[in-house]
């Protein structure tokens, strides 16, 4: 976030301050630490309540807090700070997608990768063309004429972004293992399958589209999805036990991130990688004072930059500057909002359940099928817009001095605050538990038939030894992963440490959960 150049009279000490530091600057800060220690002090007192959560609290303390600056400002503006979606992406969203990836149960996400690729790349791209084909449609009938081609595919690109922070709020990890890791894993490839795309459209040239093009955003994808997921893997292993490890972790998290960045590849995968394998092989290295340190350091950093954001988008939706700007009558501005929503609505049931339904005609076993109630909860809890969705709508209309660019962002604006209160209600958190949907290795062993050849029942013939191959065929996912434990444990964790290949004591801070992770 940038610091406002404009802050209104009332906040201005004298001119002969002998201060070295901008007033606005300090105002700025102090307004937004103080709405940050309301909303911790808030959420804790209303911790129990269903109706209502710290993220809820931060949005209207957000709204408040901008209202009352509007009339402070007797109606100028309501911004103290000014919405840079480059120190987003910098500051904010790093610490949030890696605590993610640290926190995140290794083995559900990976049990359900398949699902997860599925949603995050085949849905989103599905998402896109509905949503840019629906807008290119009807805007012109509500009476918005000056887009044009790519203005209508960065929208498509824009509203295809699910937030992932929302999913940390509507779902447990620990009550709804399979339900956490598909939604937020979906959403982790989603945003960086929607960045991918909106820099696509960036760089497109709409004179030039041919038959080859789709193929490209495909392989360009491809490319960032697994040049990220590399170079985040390579930066986490480096690490070994120092006096300073908890700020070599952080620094290193933050390296991975930037040095994709540079690299013009998906830093949001690269930190969320980063953050997994640093928690299954570094979190096992450092002595048990850093784990406890960074456990709780990266969750406490994560939270405080979750409320920033949530606080920073309910006082923005205030900025009259911008309500100014779009010189549109309020039918016109419902009409493109609601349209906007009603086309993510359509955008996200057009994947969900054709995919899962296809995901299910392959499951072997009822028990792995996704239920229709699973399945609206992941219809519902993608729902949700946030602020990589406003800073990707400010990164393509802000430029443009025109009325319905402005009226693209507050319609953004509208969606994200409509989807995120109404989605973020404690009442709209699952019913349905899959706690004890976990991974069994057993299953495997015996399908590997590790003990040797045993006799079928009834027969005297010995039950043949199956082939690696004709396994892998046949269970893709749960074979991957069994030969992946096998040579984790025979060759990475004795190199790399581990749990299991490294002292702990058993009934310390982190013992309980070094056992059962």
């Excluded at 922070?165 to 894993?185: E, I, K, M, R, W």
């Excluded at 930059?305 to 501005?333: Q, R």
């Excluded at 590790?450 to 039950?463: A, F, H, L, T, Y």
């Excluded at 434990?485 to 002292?503: Q, T």
Aim: charged content about 15%.
């Amino acid at each position: 976030m940038g610091i406002s150049d404009s802050i209104p009279v009332h906040f201005s000490l004298s001119s002969s301050s002998s201060s070295i530091l901008d007033v606005s600057t300090v105002v700025a800060i102090t307004v937004f630490v103080t709405l940050l220690c309301a909303c911790i002090v808030i959420g804790h007192l209303i911790e129990e309540n269903r109706w209502a959560n710290e993220s809820i609290t931060a949005l209207l303390l957000g709204l408040v807090a901008g209202l009352v600056v509007l009339l402070i400002s007797k109606g100028h503006s309501s911004q103290i700070l000014t919405f840079s979606e480059e120190l987003f992406f910098i500051y904010l969203l790093p610490p949030i997608i890696f605590n993610a990836g640290f926190q995140v149960k290794k083995k559900q996400f990976f049990k359900n990768i398949s699902i997860i690729l599925m949603f995050g790349i085949f849905g989103t791209i599905i998402s896109f063309c509905l949503i840019t084909l629906g807008v290119f449609l009807l805007f012109k009938r509500i009476g918005v004429t000056t887009l044009d081609i790519k203005d209508y595919l960065a929208i498509g690109a824009i509203l295809s972004a699910t937030d992932s922070v929302c999913t940390l709020q509507v779902l447990n990890q620990d009550d709804t293992p399979f339900l956490y890791s598909a939604v937020f894993g979906e959403g982790v490839v989603n945003d960086a399958t929607s960045i991918v795309l909106f820099n696509s459209v960036q760089s497109l040239n709409i004179s030039n589209i041919d038959g080859l093009t789709a193929l490209k955003l495909l392989g360009t994808f491809l490319y960032l999805f697994f040049s990220s997921t590399a170079l985040g893997i390579a930066v986490s292993y480096h690490l070994h036990s120092t006096d300073r490890e908890v700020a070599i972790m952080m620094l290193l998290a933050y390296l991975s991130y930037m040095v994709a960045e540079v690299l013009n590849l998906s830093g949001i995968l690269t930190v969320f990688f980063c953050g997994i394998v640093m928690s299954h092989y570094t979190w096992h290295n450092v002595t048990e004072s850093s784990r406890v340190t960074t456990k709780h350091g990266f969750a406490t950093i994560s939270f405080i930059c979750e409320t920033f954001i949530f606080l920073y988008v309910g006082m923005d939706a205030l900025d009259v500057d911008k309500w100014t700007a779009s010189e549109a009558s309020p039918l016109t501005s419902v009409a493109v909002s609601s349209t906007l929503f009603g086309l993510v609505l359509v955008g996200r049931a057009a994947f969900v359940y054709p995919l899962v339904n296809i995901f299910n005609c392959f499951a072997k076993k009822d028990s792995d099928k996704i239920i229709f109630k699973q399945q609206f909860i992941m219809w519902w809890a993608g729902l949700m817009r946030g602020a990589v969705t406003i800073a990707l709508s400010y990164n393509q209309f802000s430029d443009d001095s025109s009325s319905e660019s402005a009226l693209m962002i507050t319609s953004t604006i509208i969606v994200v605050l409509f989807s995120t209160v109404v989605m973020l209600l404690r009442n709209a958190k699952p019913t349905v538990s899959d706690a004890t949907d976990s991974p069994s290795l057993e299953d495997l062993r015996l399908l590997f038939l590790e003990n040797g050849d045993p006799v079928d029942e009834g027969s005297n013939q010995p039950v043949r030894k199956r082939s690696s191959l004709r396994l892998l065929m046949a269970n893709p996912t749960s074979t991957a992963h069994y030969f992946w434990r096998k040579f984790d444990d025979r060759f990475m964790r004795p190199v790399f440490g581990g749990r299991g290949f490294v002292p702990f004591v058993p009934c310390s801070p982190t013992g309980a959960a070094d056992e059962t992770s």
